[in-house]
């Protein structure tokens, strides 16, 4: 039997500390997996749910982006994080009407944010009316017409944001931008501004396309790959598998980090009986980085590989990709040259033979995989610094040939996939123009809100009926106080949901909760199954079909909530089908492939064994549609980030138990953290220069160039093997700390990986 939810929140006193781990999954993942789903789902529900996860006629894992074998897969496709994100789905917990009856919205703000998430699945529609303390029931028709109400009650329709996060599917994103765009407005922020906005920046105007150019097959074709500001072994486990794979057919793996994360050291893949037995290293070089070091690592690098260059003429630099596909090359040399490597080794903390050695493995490297995550991205200087690594794979020729190229490693299951679906404050025009053709409607072209953007909006009055399609807005956001001031500010605050989070409980003036169906979900339509689709991270598109009896009666699918609310806002004679697109998926696809490009025959060939690939020119056929009309070597001024006296840098990321917002747990056991979550990860010798002890608890005050500060309370020093002057905590306890106005040049992203801080000892 599946365990009930926990009464009473946790408490932070119970915290221990361990000696970090040196080696990913093993025989515990497996356990504990296997533990949490049967706490959450019981055993038969266990077994009918984990046997259907990422198989070819189940559904696509709702957890990261990593892709899935295109050969044969294996009885258990999946790992310990994908196991438990299915558990917090399909969990057999629910939160009735009863539940919002017994607690009070005031009451649901002091919870934790893992006590919320426990309660379990959202059954039925609520709606907070104004004034009220509790939620009370509403029916579907009834939250239409408010909504309906209030969005036609607007002096524009650039007073409404419609924010998505990255796990909902192809159809739903598509008809979700449809029907903003249908309303009058560009407003769709997404969590992708705060993830890998960065990355599609970078990669944009380097290569003119945003998305990565290598699929799983590349990995054991490379023989030289960097995995730099990501810790896969939490977040993206099986991208483990794929390494080892590599590591098999004679790939070296550099890592880039400032923390010694377990799963980049060793790795114990659970499914096969060495596993139990002997693990192996992943990581032959670890690169320990200071925090924002990475663009002077890559210049530094760079100016290695021209100087073995003249030692060598014709050998490093690929002179025939570069005179074919390339424009700025002579001006990114001449900058390069310049680069001092002492300020490089100031900078990343690194010593010149490490600096040398690497760019030895980059100049004998026949095919180089560079992958790379939210250590990169959420960085005030991130898309700079990720134009300055492709530099390195341009110099070298590395992009469009087999084991070689770029790999951004997207976060949520289908960010990529709404990005491609349409959901962006800037489409390009002929995005815009094609979807004004095939549904008779005129698009705004005003580009929308992003999610900063968005926040200063409702902060200022200037939008007030926010709708959130999943996610949880409130606390994956920086700056929380200042959010939270700007969601109340808001008129109405609508969240389609599958569990409760802050987002619903900080609130506009009215508020409404619709529950959905989610992946996991047998998504019945008239008695007939439907099925959604989904982008990976390599831009494989294919089917996922939910399979699960929902906990309740009430939930709709996400589609069906769009089509709905679309109806009910635009009104009967609106040109775009929505009943129709409601009762069959198929004939979204049939939309989607009219509008989206790439995705002619969308029906037929998501259907395909393994579906099928999107086009990448880059990728496909050395083909950079920039604004060169090649591929462009970046020049840049070189930042990095000196630590303030009696200051620390921190950035702020993910535990082993956790999926953004939503914590499955308090174990970080990579990490060695046990039963919390408040801890501040620092150098042993930071501790005591900065006058504390270990196991002393501190409150953290963050320092922005305004004069202003911002404080987190109560975090326990835990010394940690980072560097100098650098600091980790996790989000989103940390939010509160992170500016609004923090963000990087060009993308927008919140710089959640680099704020300053001080400590003080908590009174
Ligand atoms: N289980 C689980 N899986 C997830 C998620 C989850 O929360 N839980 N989240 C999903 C999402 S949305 C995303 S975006 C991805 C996130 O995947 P990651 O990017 O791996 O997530 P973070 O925990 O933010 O880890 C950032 C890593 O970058 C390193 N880092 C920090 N600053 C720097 C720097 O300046 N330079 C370098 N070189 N490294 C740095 C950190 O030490 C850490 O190892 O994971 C996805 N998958
Ligand atoms: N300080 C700091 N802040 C960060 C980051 C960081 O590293 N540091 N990382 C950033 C990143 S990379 C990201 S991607 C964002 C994440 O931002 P979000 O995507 O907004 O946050 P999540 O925590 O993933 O959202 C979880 C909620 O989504 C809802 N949900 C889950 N599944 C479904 C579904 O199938 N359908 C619907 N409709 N709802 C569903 C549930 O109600 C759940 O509570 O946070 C960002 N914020
Ligand atoms: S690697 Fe990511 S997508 Fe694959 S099973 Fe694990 S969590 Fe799910
Ligand atoms: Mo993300």
């Not at 009863?98 to 006590?115: C, I, K, N, P, T």
């Not at 800037?426 to 968005?454: C, K, N, Q, W, Y």
């Amino acid at each position: 039997m599946h365990r009930e939810a926990p009464a009473e929140d946790y408490d932070e006193s119970a915290l221990t500390v361990t000696a970090p781990k040196t080696e990913a999954a093993g025989l515990p993942a497996v356990t504990i997996a296997l533990e949490r789903a049967v706490e959450q789902m019981g055993v038969v529900r266990t077994a009918r749910a984990l046997g259907r996860l990422n198989h070819r006629h189940g559904f696509d894992c709702p957890s990261c982006a990593w892709p899935d074998p295109t050969g044969t897969r294996r009885p258990a496709e999946f790992c310990e994080n994908g196991a438990k994100a299915v558990a917090e789905e399909a969990t057999l917990r629910t939160v009735t009407p009863e539940f919002f009856a017994r607690h009070s919205v005031a009451d649901l703000a002091q919870r934790s944010g893992y006590w919320l998430g426990q309660q379990g699945r959202l059954t039925e529609p609520m709606v907070l009316r104004e004034g009220a303390t509790h939620y009370t029931p509403i029916s579907w028709d009834e939250a239409y017409r408010l909504v309906a109400g209030h969005l036609r009650g607007l002096s524009s329709p650039d007073e409404a944001v419609f924010y998505t996060s990255g796990r909902t599917a192809n159809e739903t994103a598509f008809l979700y931008q449809l029907f903003a765009r249908s309303f009058g407005t560009n407003n769709l922020p997404d969590c992708s501004n705060m993830c890998h906005e960065s990355s599609g920046t970078a990669l944009t105007s380097s290569i003119g396309i945003g998305k990565g150019s290598v699929t799983l097959d590349d990995f054991p074709a490379a023989d030289l790959i960097l995995v730099a500001g990501q810790n896969p072994g939490t977040n993206h486990p099986r991208m483990l598998t794929a390494l080892q794979h590599a590591k098999q057919h004679g790939a070296r793996v550099v890592a880039v980090n400032p923390l010694p994360e377990a799963g980049l050291l060793g790795f114990r893949d659970p499914q096969t009986v060495s596993g139990y037995t002997g693990g192996i290293r992943i990581a032959d070089d670890f690169l320990q980085i200071r925090i924002g070091g990475d663009m002077a690592l890559f210049q530094g690098l760079g100016k290695l590989l021209l100087e073995a260059e003249d030692r060598a003429p014709g050998t490093v630099v690929d002179r025939a990709f570069v005179e074919d596909h390339t424009a700025g090359f002579d001006e990114y040399a001449r900058q390069l040259r310049a680069v001092d490597l002492a300020v490089v080794g100031e900078a990343t903390g690194l010593t010149e033979r490490q600096l040398r050695d690497t760019a030895d493995l980059l100049a004998a490297s026949k095919a180089t995989i560079f992958c790379w995550a939210m250590g990169l991205t959420q960085h005030t200087h991130g898309v700079a610094t990720i134009r300055e690594a492709t530099n390195l794979l341009l110099l070298r020729g590395m992009i469009g040939k087999p084991g070689a190229g770029v790999c951004p490693v997207r976060g949520h299951s289908n960010v990529q996939g709404d990005r491609t679906m349409g959901i962006w404050e800037r489409m390009p025009e002929s995005f815009l123009a094609a979807l004004d053709r095939e549904f008779a409607i005129t698009s705004p072209r005003a580009h929308g809100l992003d999610t900063v953007e968005a926040i200063r909006a409702m902060r200022d009055g200037r939008a007030r009926v926010f709708v959130g399609m999943g996610g949880n807005f409130v606390s994956a956001t920086p700056d929380t106080a200042v959010t939270e001031a700007a969601l109340r500010r808001c008129a109405l605050t609508v969240q389609i949901s599958t569990k409760l989070n802050r987002s619903h409980v900080v609130h506009g003036r009215i508020a409404l909760i619709l529950p959905t169906l989610g992946r996991t979900d047998l998504d019945l339509r008239d008695g007939v199954k439907q099925q959604v689709s989904v982008e990976d991270s390599m831009s494989m598109v294919h089917l996922s079909t939910g399979r699960l009896t929902p906990v309740s009666e009430h939930l709709r699918s996400e589609v069906a909530i769009v089509c709905e609310l679309a109806e009910a806002v635009l009104g009967a004679g609106h040109p775009v089908p929505w009943a129709a697109f409601r009762d069959d998926y198929d004939r979204v696809r049939d939309a989607i492939a009219r509008v989206v490009p790439g995705c002619a025959d969308y029906n037929a060939k998501v259907r395909q064994r393994n579906g099928f690939q999107l086009p990448h020119p880059p990728r496909d056929s050395r083909e950079f549609r920039t604004d060169t009309g090649r591929a462009n070597f970046a020049v840049n001024h070189l930042h990095w980030l000196p630590v303030p006296p009696g200051r620390l840098i921190l950035q702020t990321l993910r535990s082993h138990d956790q999926y953004n917002t939503t914590i499955y747990g308090l174990d970080d056991r990579y990490r060695g953290v046990h039963g919390g979550r408040r801890v501040l990860l620092i150098h042993a010798e930071d501790i005591t220069a900065l006058g504390f002890t270990d196991g002393d608890t501190v409150d953290l005050v963050s320092e922005w160039t305004d004069g202003t500060e911002r404080r987190v309370e109560g975090f326990r020093l835990v010394a940690y093997p980072t560097p100098r002057g650098n600091a980790a905590a996790y989000y989103p306890e940390t939010n509160p700390l992170v500016p609004l106005d923090h963000v990087a040049a060009g993308s927008n992203t919140p710089v959640s990986k680099a704020v300053t801080i001080r400590l003080e000892r908590t009174a």
